[in-house]
């Protein structure tokens, strides 16, 4: 007998696991080398939170766009953001230095607080996306924009 009850949580993460393996999102696979293009850049999700209603709304429409266009033959790119709220995170990075009774921001310096700032991104920053994810949101999430400066090989001036 079929269970009466959905239980999310038993599947999104098994789906979500088969496309990613499938590379069922990516952009310019092969078979598609010819294809018209169409192209979409996902508003950068916060760092600040969890997905709310608008993002969910936002969110659907792109990806119905995208699935459509990628039915209809088109290689499709849904590029994923990355965060875009600098003025909130840096006011959630202010709260919790204050809270840990640290040195604020003109203090310890820009460097400094640059990195606590990429800190704050690297803890809380997945949130959104991962939620996306588990949601089915069809990015070429192979593209995902990479993580601080301070992690990567060779960091950029910012």
């Not at 600098?86 to 310096?109: C, F, H, W, Y």
Request: proline letters at 7%; glycine letters at 6%.
């Amino acid at each position: 007998m079929m269970d009466n009850r959905f239980e999310p949580a038993a599947i999104e993460a098994r789906i979500a696991d088969r496309w990613a393996k499938a590379n069922a999102f990516a952009a310019m696979r092969p078979g598609r080398e010819t294809a018209e293009p169409f192209c979409i850049v996902i508003p950068p999700p916060n760092v600040t939170g969890s997905l709310h209603i608008g993002h969910a709304l936002n969110n659907t429409l792109q990806d119905v766009l995208c699935r459509y266009w990628r039915m209809k033959g088109k290689d499709v790119l849904w590029q994923p953001g990355t965060d875009h709220a600098g003025i909130a995170t840096q006011m959630m990075v202010e709260r919790k230095l204050a809270a840990e009774n640290r040195a604020d921001r003109r203090s310890m310096g820009r460097d400094a607080f640059l990195r606590e700032v990429w800190a704050w991104k690297e803890e809380s920053g997945g949130t959104i996306v991962n939620q996306l994810k588990r949601l089915g949101a069809s990015c070429d999430w192979s593209r995902e924009p990479s993580a601080s400066p301070w992690t990567r090989a060779s960091p950029t001036p910012c």
